[in-house]
């Protein structure tokens, strides 16, 4: 697959990716609380959990872009982890800025920014991957970071950390599986 192909099909998925992580916002629920879904679907209303359903999806179009002849540009696992990291730092900056000035939650804003960071980090994806000529250490220490962001989202979403910012359920100030309504918190753990 060439570079054009990658960046064409990159930047043509941000309205299926964003599509994607907001079926994964109910899929924990539509799957009748399934254990393995969990890692990949939201399980409460935190912002950790809202910022799962826009990484997942996200990591695995990269996955098989690299799978389908990414692996043969140097720059593909830098890109892709820039891009992933990407994705929290502005969730939660943008939402918190728009929260700050408005005081609450708003549906549709709510939305739009989750299209919108996903958008933000398909372009950084595609910017690096053009302009980037990564070494073999530039890649190796971004396997590492790739290997910690994939490992933070596997481990948090079963033992989150007791912060009150992103991973508290802001309905229910429970944390992590427990937060789930339909969830017995002592069963959670």
């Keep these: 697959m060439t570079l054009e192909t990658i960046v064409a099909i990159s930047l043509w998925m941000i309205i299926p990716l964003g599509i994607l992580g907001s079926l994964l916002h109910f899929l924990f629920d539509w799957t009748k609380h399934n254990r393995f879904v969990m890692l990949f679907a939201a399980v409460n209303e935190s912002y950790w959990e809202h910022i799962k359903i826009a990484v997942w999806p996200v990591f695995i179009l990269q ?36 929260k700050m000035i408005t005081r609450r939650n708003i549906l549709w804003l709510d939305i739009g920014l989750f299209f919108g960071v996903i958008a933000i980090a398909q372009t950084i994806f595609v910017l690096l991957l053009s302009q980037l000529d ?56």
């Design 63 to 98: 996955a098989v872009l690299f799978l389908a002849g990414g692996y043969q540009i140097s720059a593909f696992i830098p890109a892709a982890t820039i891009a992933l990291y990407s994705l929290p730092i502005s969730m939660v900056g943008l939402v918190f800025v728009y």
């Design 134 to 189: 990564a070494s073999a250490g530039t890649i190796g220490v971004s396997l590492v970071f790739l290997a910690g962001l994939v490992a933070a989202f596997l481990r948090f979403t079963l033992r989150p950390p007791e912060e009150p910012d992103v991973f508290i359920d802001p309905v229910n100030k429970k944390y992590g599986l427990g937060a789930h309504p339909d969830i017995d918190p002592d069963s959670a753990q």
